[in-house]
């Protein structure tokens, strides 16, 4: 009788083990970041290697920034999302341009739109590890003083826009 | 009025379905005639109105009707109309409406080809399939409702996914489901078995052409998605080893342990639980894979529209038809005793390492497509588990499965000799050997070992193969006519195993030997590459109806000969906004050259990516090859002798009367 159970014993192994993954996003990486002060950087821009940009410029406002690289297939598909809301909202995006090379990065922008107030070209990706970025794209939302307080993996889509980021937006923006 | 028809529909199959799959079940338990005779005309009835609602579906793509949330979601006024016929698949949504209505092909297939059938195991096979039909019902009603409308009316539709644009796959996806849902026939067989507990084994010869029939499909499906993946996704891969693709290949390893089990069982009434233990489990294995593509469990290229509300529900549904039927087995398959003797060496245990190993290959599939769940679930952070782990360790699993492959075919039955077993396949496996090692180290430079170790595998099966076509014939007198009356599923057994030594062939050139480069060229430019010459002619745009593209053009020529011309496009899809690049392919049985079109670099130059990809129609061209060997194999005697039998009878009925 015991073998006969066996199949339905690991079946139900299995179902319990898709119940919890049922409760997860797989999309969802956690990050220590969260609700911390965002890491430091100091970096040439893309359009104009001579002037930089740093973590300061960033602070007074609630700024995104999107890690993006020429390289990346889904960045392309993400880009659109990115131009449309910049033209629908007033937004501060800054871009983080990942181990890109600084021709392909402009060419690209060139023609597919730039939907960034400035890009960082953080081109051997040290900026890129203390921001524990784990694939691109990914976009931090920071509030006025400079702390993360969302991170999303992999392309937005408008919905994800739409539902979280905006609004998240919205909010902090309302905060001192 | 004409999608909330199509709805309606859909509540009266559900009506259906719940009378299908009641009476008839109380009636076979307790022998009312009236309750069983229900199970034909409902099951019937149950498929016209699944076919009306599809049919509405289908309208309402064709006439563009927006009104329609999932129209307006996948479709659009430019989108050519087949497109749009085959949008209705698209999605979610439409797929599983495709879903239901193939069970209920399924299902009136039975209806129709059962007469041989009793009545009481008739029933409860029809009624099992009712179950399954409701179950699916209820989920499109309930959270996946294809006719919901959306107001204000949008006006146009956000057009079908660029990906799916495209002739494989208007096929692909009917012929995959006829593969997975055709195994709930072998399914409700093994359930009905279960239920009424009968102890002999003619069950397993009714479920085979069944089985057989719903394994072409999956074979063939798996093939064109494989062949789709390859020109479509433009970077020359064939097999990703993606939870989807997974998800279709798990019942399909399954599929086949069954139908080599199904004939032990049939002819040697041995393995009866096990065989009904696989029947369960390759239908478990399909509704496995549509719970892991559609509840967004675990992240896939395939990206479908998910939801987790919909995947408790395919995982309620998938607790109550597998938790169910596994409890009726280990209530009722200890009764199940096995009849047939075998001793050590007899084609019998290949057959059950043959089981063994499928099933091991099986779950090794299914360990690595979920191990992202249990790590997460043991709180040991994120993981993906990529190409290698699965190159890595099916590799082992298939080599010995192709070994005892040989020496299956070339066992008898029940008993055979060691001493007479070597005799016979020494020169055979020598000649495996040498001819594979001569090819291996005569053709290729590179990757010399795996390249033999591949070819002798594919010449073991072949040899061994053919070689037991040679001893069915060898003492007769008149050969031709004794491989005349060979039964067609042994030409089929024969066909579909030299189908896989060509899958084996196609797959270990392929992965062995491509090469591809990644340049930069302007009009204009050549370049050379695996001894062709690549001359970038021209680039010049081009509109399709609903997407503009750069294509370009290039002529092909070996040693100065002209070879072909190819032309990749870069298609940007307006509507999405997304960009698509569709291959240059120039198809060969020894080689393709495949070229795609990568980024503009600057105003002349584009990057271009070219690759040479030796035997890749092998892969393909064998999974024609057991297709067409499982096709065979449902075309034997035996079953057409029990449909002229059966005809007789009905003579025979019609001059009493």
Redesign the interface.
């Known amino acids: 009788m015991i073998r006969y159970l066996l199949p339905l014993t690991l079946f139900l192994g299995l179902t319990v083990l898709f119940i919890y993954g049922l409760q997860n996003d797989p999309r969802y990486i956690p990050s220590p970041l969260i609700n911390e002060p965002a890491p430091e950087f100091d970096l040439p821009t893309l359009h104009q290697p001579k002037s930089s940009i740093k973590l300061n410029d960033l602070k007074g406002s609630v700024s995104l920034i999107n890690v993006w690289a020429s390289w990346c297939a889904a960045c392309r598909i993400e880009h659109p999302i990115l131009n449309d809301a910049v033209e629908k909202y007033s937004l501060n995006l800054y871009g983080l341009n990942y181990k890109d090379n600084r021709s392909d990065a402009l060419v690209w922008l060139n023609a597919l739109g730039n939907p960034y107030v400035e890009s960082a070209f953080d081109e051997k990706g040290v900026i890129g590890i203390n921001y524990g970025v784990y694939g691109v794209p990914e976009t931090f939302v920071l509030d006025k003083k400079g702390i993360i307080r969302y991170k999303h993996v992999g392309p937005i889509d408008k919905k994800k826009f739409n539902d979280t980021i905006m609004p998240l937006v919205k909010k902090l923006e309302k905060e001192e | 009025m004409i999608a909330e028809l199509g709805h309606f529909s859909l509540i009266l199959a559900l009506a259906m379905a719940i009378v299908q799959s009641t009476f008839p079940m109380i009636g076979a338990s307790n022998g009312n005639q009236t309750f069983m005779s229900l199970a034909r005309p409902t099951a019937r009835l149950q498929f016209f109105f699944v076919a009306i609602s599809f049919a509405i579906l289908v309208y309402s793509f064709l006439t563009n009707d927006f009104s329609v949330s999932y129209v307006a979601n996948n479709s659009n006024t430019l989108l050519p109309w087949y497109y749009r016929f085959s949008a209705v698949w698209g999605a979610h949504e439409g797929s599983l409406l495709l879903w239901v209505l193939i069970l209920n092909i399924w299902t009136i297939a039975v209806t129709f080809f059962s007469q041989r059938l009793p009545e009481y195991f008739l029933s409860r096979v029809i009624s099992t399939m009712g179950m399954i039909s409701i179950g699916f019902l209820l989920f499109m009603l309930f959270t996946s409702n294809p006719f919901d409308r959306i107001f204000p009316i949008p006006e146009n539709g956000a057009d079908l996914n660029p990906l799916l644009q495209d002739l494989g796959l208007i096929i692909h996806p009917p012929i995959l489901y006829m593969g997975y849902v055709g195994f709930s026939v072998a399914f409700s067989f093994a359930v009905a078995t279960l239920l009424g507990g009968n102890l002999d084994t003619t069950w397993a010869r009714w479920s085979r052409p069944w089985t057989l029939f719903a394994w072409i499909f999956l074979t063939l499906g798996i093939a064109l998605g494989s062949w789709w993946a390859y020109y479509e996704l433009g970077w020359g891969g064939w097999w990703f080893w993606d939870p989807v693709e997974n998800a279709s290949f798990m019942p399909w390893l399954i599929g086949t342990a069954l139908i080599h089990s199904l004939a032990a069982t049939d002819k040697r009434e041995i393995f009866k639980?096990w065989t009904i233990?696989l029947s369960?489990?390759a239908f478990?294995l399909s509704l496995l894979g549509t719970?892991l593509v559609r509840?967004?469990?675990?992240?896939s290229v395939h990206a479908f529209a998910t939801d987790?509300t919909r995947?408790?529900f395919i995982?309620a549904l998938?607790?109550v038809f597998?938790?169910g039927s596994?409890?009726l087995?280990?209530y009722r398959?200890?009764l199940m005793k096995t009849e047939g003797t075998f001793k050590l060496l007899s084609r019998e245990t290949f057959l059950l390492l043959n089981s063994i190993l499928f099933l091991v290959a099986m779950l090794t599939v299914l360990l690595g497509t979920?191990y992202?769940?249990?790590i997460?679930?043991l709180n040991l952070g994120?993981i993906s588990v990529g190409a290698p782990y699965f190159n890595a360790v099916f590799i082992p699993i298939m080599s010995p499965l192709v070994i005892f492959l040989g020496f299956g075919v070339l066992t008898r039955w029940k008993q055979d000799y060691f001493s007479q077993q070597l005799k016979r396949l020494r020169y055979l496996l020598a000649s495996a050997i040498f001819i594979g090692i001569a090819i291996g180290l005569m053709f290729f430079e590179n990757n010399q070992l795996k390249t033999c170790m591949g070819i002798v595998a594919a010449l073991w099966i072949v040899l061994t193969t053919f070689y037991s076509l040679y001893l069915r014939i060898k003492n007769k007198k008149n050969k031709l006519m004794s491989l005349m009356i060979i039964p067609y599923s042994y030409y089929g057994m024969l066909l579909a195993h030299v189908g896989f030594s060509i899958c084996i062939v196609g797959i270990t050139i392929t992965s062995n030997h491509s090469v591809d480069i990644h340049e930069r060229m302007a009009v204009g430019d050549t370049i050379e590459f695996s001894n062709y010459q690549f001359n970038l002619k021209n680039l010049r745009q081009v509109s399709g109806p609903n997407y503009e593209a750069t294509e370009a053009v290039v002529d092909v020529k070996k040693d100065g000969s002209f070879i072909t011309t190819l032309r990749s496009q870069k298609r940007i899809y307006t509507v999405r906004?997304?960009?698509m690049t569709e291959a240059g392919i120039d198809a060969g049985f020894t080689r393709d050259i495949y070229m795609s079109l990568g980024?503009?670099?600057?105003n002349e130059s584009w990057s271009v990516r070219l690759y040479h990809k030796p035997f890749v129609r092998w892969i393909w061209l064998g999974a024609i090859f057991m297709a067409f060997g499982g096709l065979l194999a449902t075309a034997d005697r035996r079953y057409r002798l029990e449909r002229q039998k059966r005809k007789t009878i009905l003579i025979n009925n019609e001059t009493i009367s």
């Open positions: 639980n233990l369960i489990c478990a719970f509840s967004g469990v675990l992240t987790p995947g408790v995982l998938l607790a597998i938790g596994l409890i087995y280990a398959a200890p979920i992202p769940l249990i997460e679930a994120k906004d997304m960009p980024e503009p670099l600057d």
